[in-house]
């Protein structure tokens, strides 16, 4: 074959080949676009990863795969919560399918940004109260969630301590006075104080210097023990320096979360945040096949999780009394 017959030749493949190509070409280009989910929260992705899987695990619950069906746009505020309303109106811009607010703050500032892109919340407290939505059994507009009542748990978590270490005089309480559940928490504080019948020492901290100034001023005032309260800003962003507090000064200590006791912390008492936020991505399947959010009911999660650390009790030299042994889910070894 001479050169003039190869150049035919591969000119009329590539002749009879050009219609497939152009209609793949224009298949592909047919072919819908995935639809969005803006995922905004002011923590940072590192602590929140646990939570990121449960979503995927409700997501896929309703048929839907990221990177298969579906995309996630993450936004992170990495403690920075001023960053939130920039953070919201950037999703609000690319025009996602659905955001999920994964926190009380990045709900406020999802709610401010838009009354038309469905917004699923996960928060601590009660949406209401937030006033994210007037109702909850039909919150009507483009809002409904999940949510965790941490903020209203701190009776029972004192009542937890107290069992714990029952001949302690002075209990202290950590609170967050920026905490959206700052009110409800100290007022639960007192109250719970009041009805055990225990003096209480409380003290509110809102950067690193306050909480190092809080536990100095706990251990002058020898406090026994310490309820620390719901509050992302501890909970995520001063987790390691609480811990490493209460360690120094040998305080037992309760909290909100298990993420806590897993890092070392005594015990603590509250929602399970994997069912929270599985049951986020769920509602967020169900919005992505069409359901209105005017017409999911708030789910409340109120499965809650009671956990001890025995290494760490050990190191205070506590024994764990039987019946806080018999009333522990998991007790971390």
């Known amino acids: 074959m001479n050169r003039r017959e190869l150049v035919s030749l591969l000119g009329a493949a590539a002749a009879a080949a050009a219609p497939s190509l152009l209609r793949s070409s224009v298949a592909r280009a ?6 969005v989910i803006g995922f905004l929260n002011g923590e940072s992705r590192a602590e929140f990863e646990r939570v990121v899987v449960a979503f995927r695990g409700g997501l896929e619950a309703m048929g839907f795969v990221e990177g298969r069906n579906v995309a996630i746009e993450f936004r ?3 403690g920075q919560y001023d960053k939130l309303p920039m953070l919201a109106a950037d999703l609000v811009q690319r025009q996602v399918a659905v955001i999920v607010a994964a926190d009380n703050m990045a709900a406020l500032a999802a709610r401010k940004a838009t009354s038309t892109i469905p917004i699923i919340f996960a928060t ?35 009542e937890l301590l107290r069992g714990m270490v029952p001949k302690v005089q002075l209990f202290g309480v950590l609170l967050d006075p920026k905490a959206l559940s700052y009110v409800s928490e100290r007022r639960g504080a007192q109250e719970a104080g009041r009805s055990l019948g225990i003096k209480t020492l409380m003290l509110t901290a809102g950067s690193e210097g306050e909480i190092d100034t809080a536990f100095a ?8 023990a310490l309820l620390v309260t719901a ?19 040998k305080i037992p200590a309760i909290y909100t979360l298990r993420d806590w006791v897993a890092d070392g912390g005594l015990m603590s008492y509250g929602a399970t945040l994997s069912d929270t936020y599985r049951q986020v991505g769920v509602y967020a399947g169900k919005i992505l096949k069409g359901a209105r959010p005017a017409d999911l009911p708030i789910d409340s999660n109120t499965r809650f999780e009671f956990v001890i650390n025995r290494k760490t009790a050990k190191t205070l030299g ?7 042994f018999a009333l522990a889910d998991e007790v971390i070894e």
Do not use: C, M
């Open 30 to 35: 047919q072919q819908p676009a995935l639809p």
């Open 76 to 78: 992170w505020a990495d």
């Open 124 to 158: 601590r407290g009660g949406p209401v109260s937030l006033e994210l939505l007037p109702f909850l059994n039909r919150p009507g507009g483009n809002v409904t969630g999940v949510a965790f009542f941490q903020s209203t748990l701190g009776a029972k978590r004192l």
């Open 217 to 224: 001023t706990f251990a002058r005032q020898q406090v026994g």
């Open 231 to 249: 509050s992302g800003y501890f909970s995520w962003s001063r987790r390691e320096q609480v811990l490493n507090l209460t360690a120094r000064h």
């Open 318 to 324: 506590l024994d764990i009394p039987v019946r806080l």
